[in-house]
T-cell receptor
Framework: DSGVTQTPKHLITATGQRVTLRCSPRSGDLSVYWYQQSLDQGLQFLIQYYNGEERAKGNILERFSAQQFPDLHSELNLSSLELGDSALYFC?????????????FGPGTRLTVL | DQQVKQNSPSLSVQEGRISILNCDYTNSMFDYFLWYKKYPAEGPTFLISISSIKDKNEDGRFTVFLNKSAKHLSLHIVPSQPGDSAVYFCAASDTGGFKTIFGAGTRLFVKA
């Protein structure tokens, strides 16, 4: 158990809908990362937050947005969903957000868009 | 543009033998490299890392080698155990650019 929790575990929705994925980091970690893993693909970095502020942005679509709240939990919002958005979405956390910090990953949310 | 490539989707090794997983990168700005292991239905877990100022880092049965001139790194597992069967992701960081790029992963099967 990494200490990172993600809810829900599974999500099935239809095209055009909007969903919110939630992540609670390990106790004491200030930084949260979001990744997308599509079928047979590596982990695609989406976005990183540190102590409530956006720190780095990767290949995140404009239809997607995220935020980190004062209690350090984070939400990833996916809107106008398309079939191609079906993937595993991982959240990770680290203590200070440096790239040499170990990232601890949650178990992921499997999103299926029908 | 795949900046981090793991060209072998899968690898099968006999228990007790050496497993060698390879990773190539293209961006010379990468200065920190990591390996993560992932079991089914779980998130990736950190395994071992190496800074670009080193060419080798060892942790128990796991050793990572870095060849900067070839932009190549490898993970050696000796001896391999059935519990090592998992997907292994190579990742590279540009610490100045605050980004970590992951490879597509190599699925390792260790046969008893």
């Amino acid at each position: 158990d990494s200490g990172v929790t993600q809810t829900p575990k599974h999500l099935i929705t239809a095209t055009g809908q909007r969903v919110t994925l939630r992540c609670s980091p390990r106790s004491g970690d200030l930084s949260v990362y979001w990744y997308q893993q599509s079928l047979d693909q590596g982990l695609q970095f989406l976005i990183q937050y540190y102590n409530g502020e956006e720190r780095a942005k990767g290949n995140i679509l404009e239809r997607f947005s995220a935020q980190q709240f004062p209690d350090l939990h984070s939400e990833l919002n996916l809107s106008s969903l398309e079939l191609g958005d079906s993937a595993l979405y991982f959240c990770a956390s680290s203590d200070m957000g440096g790239l040499e910090d170990t990232q601890y990953f949650g178990p992921g949310t499997r999103l299926t868009v029908l | 543009d795949q900046q981090v490539k793991q060209n072998s989707p899968s690898l099968s090794v006999q228990e007790g033998r050496i497993s060698i997983l390879n990773c190539d990168y293209t961006n010379s700005m990468f200065d920190y490299f990591l390996w993560y292991k992932k079991y089914p239905a779980e998130g990736p877990t950190f395994l071992i890392s190496i800074s670009s100022i080193k060419d080798k880092n060892e942790d128990g049965r796991f050793t990572v080698f870095l060849n900067k001139s070839a932009k190549h790194l490898s993970l050696h597992i000796v001896p391999s155990q059935p519990g090592d069967s998992a997907v292994y992701f190579c990742a590279a960081s540009d610490t100045g650019g605050f980004k970590t790029i992951f490879g597509a992963g190599t699925r390792l099967f260790v046969k008893a």
